[in-house]
């Protein structure tokens, strides 16, 4: 389906986590193969890597329905210097906490571990259920996985998917745990080359106003005059000074449309910069 | 200077967070006296104890410049259903993270712990100096120096702030280790009763647009409309659909003021829904 085909995707790890299951998707659905798939420890190093290897795919997450933007991502984003790495895919993955653990009676359990984010999605199971059982936070659901697996004790369960369930061997105690129904992780693709163009196409930019009042109206009244659907809008600290935000907005289209085009270069006169991250599809 | 008492204050501890020193500035700079000093475990039940007690005021961090928006405090006033609860009050803390531990030889020192955001804001300093350094993440700072004072291992250092160095009895090995010069974080006073009004008063609201074309536009040009400054905006997944979002805002005035009270109308018809957090002061 998308024409690109790289060497290496890199991607969060440890494999088990909801970053690999979203990259195993993407590959799926493109009907792409690479030839290494590499799990970095953290998301400034997936995007380390992607800068320095020009042959080179990489997926990194950007929103939780529940949590909100992914902060380092779109931080570790608008720091790469280099405008040939651009987002151009997006992929969607619904995530579903399940309780793992060695044993199969839920009855023996005492100890849960997981992600501090799974643990908070899952407070009201856990709030029910493990009223008094010792909850112990740790790096990552897939990590948590892999501790209780390599453990001794049968009474330590971990919070984490069901791709970690099949990897570390571990059993299903109870599924579909999460406190809300609808909670959806979606991610981004960067590369350096260009997938196909599609209909449903979107385009990532940010930007930063100026200091003055009405600016931030100001500047949403240029998408508005091109009839212009903004479908998300986040900001994130200039980290310069307080009271300083850098907007992230994504609308509808490529970069190339003619109105997208009008649009991004009449947002210059009323903003500090404007920094586009790329043109992308989505795929289902 | 601010007239109001009450019995009781929570905060999120343990004593020698940086909640507990926001704290302590605010009944300084408002020579107010509490009987009881409460800290609790985290924010969602510091809200909870402020709901239940009609006697209480309680102090929570609202956004760092560095961090951003404090996610767990605005989900949870969003949430609060009681609307005598209101904020009333914003302080701002410079963070200093400090290297603390029993030795007085940076030498010695093998393991670092502190919370993540503390450790990921001393990023360049680690890389530097404590490249092989064993790094922990731990649940707050201040836990950090209490368990670097009660462990016997010499050779572990904590990063945390000054007070946690003064109750914990820990030498100082470093100071002023963060990245970035600006760090401050603006935590928010809530309470039943009003302060005196000031001149520096700001309000804040939240709003969800209603799910059409140029909604936000249409929602920020209202404040526009009548010349009032918006100091802050955020939003926040609706948590209900992904693509559904919560704004928050504040503008500078109170909820009284005739303009503010025109635009907050008017806002109405532009909105889902419009809730009033609460008009406040800044203390200096």
Do not use: W
């Amino acid at each position: 389906m998308a024409l690109i085909s790289e060497k290496n995707i890199y991607y969060l790890g440890p494999d088990g986590s909801n970053a690999h299951c979203a990259m195993l998707k993407f590959l799926k659905v493109c009907n792409i193969s690479v030839e290494n798939k590499i799990p970095q420890r953290n998301i400034r190093t997936v995007i380390d890597c992607e800068v320095k290897d020009l042959q080179a795919l990489c997926v990194l997450p950007i929103e939780n329905s529940i949590e909100g933007i992914v902060r380092e991502t779109i931080d570790n984003l608008l720091k790469v210097k280099d405008s040939d790495i651009q987002i151009r895919g997006e992929i969607s993955l619904p995530i579903r906490h399940l309780l793992l653990a060695k044993t199969t009676n839920i009855n023996d359990i005492k100890k849960i571990i997981s992600h501090p984010q799974a643990l908070a999605q899952c407070s009201s199971f856990l709030h029910e259920k493990f009223k008094n059982a010792e909850i112990q936070e740790v790096s990552s659901t897939s990590y948590a996985a892999q501790k209780v697996s390599t453990s001794n004790d049968n009474t330590i369960a971990a919070i984490a998917n069901e791709e970690s369930a099949r990897i570390f061997n571990l059993n299903v105690l109870s599924s579909d745990i999460n406190d809300e129904n609808n909670n959806l992780t979606r991610f981004y693709i960067l590369s350096r080359k260009n997938f196909d163009k599609t209909q449903n196409g979107k385009t990532a930019l940010a930007f930063a106003t100026k200091n003055e009042s009405g600016a931030l109206c100001k500047a949403l009244q240029v998408f508005d005059k091109y009839s212009i659907n903004l479908t998300y809008i986040d900001s994130r600290p200039s980290k310069k000074k307080i009271g300083e935000y850098v907007f992230f907005v994504e609308i509808e289209g490529y970069r190339e449309d003619e109105k997208n085009k009008n649009a991004i270069s009449e947002l210059s006169s009323y903003t500090e910069f404007v920094k586009i991250l790329g043109s992308f599809q989505v795929f289902k």
